[in-house]
């Protein structure tokens, strides 16, 4: 005999793991906004930078964007390029791994 699957207990957990992995990526923006210093922004400022970022139709320009975020992940980001004299092409990786996340 085949065994009852009980589907709203399924339902409710699909929706709460759901629920779990919105509020992790929230976080996680939220940290990334902290750490790459854009917290002190202005919201106003922020919404409108992401917003531009969004509508972008260059390849070039997302391209760019796509190198200096790499760049920043692989520990050479805005910290780390302050103190190699603003070099993030090249150098060493000092600090590498602590922006991860």
Not at 14 to 39: H, I, M, N, P, Y
Not at 72 to 83: D, N
Request: glycine residues 16%; positive net charge.
């Amino acid at each position: 005999m085949r065994k009852v699957r009980d589907y709203d207990a399924e339902l409710k957990a699909l929706g709460d793991k759901a629920r779990a992995l919105k509020a992790k990526k929230v976080q996680q923006l939220g940290e990334l906004v902290t750490s790459t210093g854009a917290d002190a922004l202005d919201l106003d400022v922020l919404a409108g930078v992401l917003l531009a970022a969004v509508e972008s139709a260059s390849a070039d320009e997302k391209e760019a964007w796509r190198a200096k975020g790499s760049a920043f992940f692989q520990g050479r980001g805005r910290k780390a390029g302050r103190s190699t004299g603003g070099n993030a092409g090249g150098g060493s990786k000092t600090g590498a791994g602590e922006t991860q996340g």
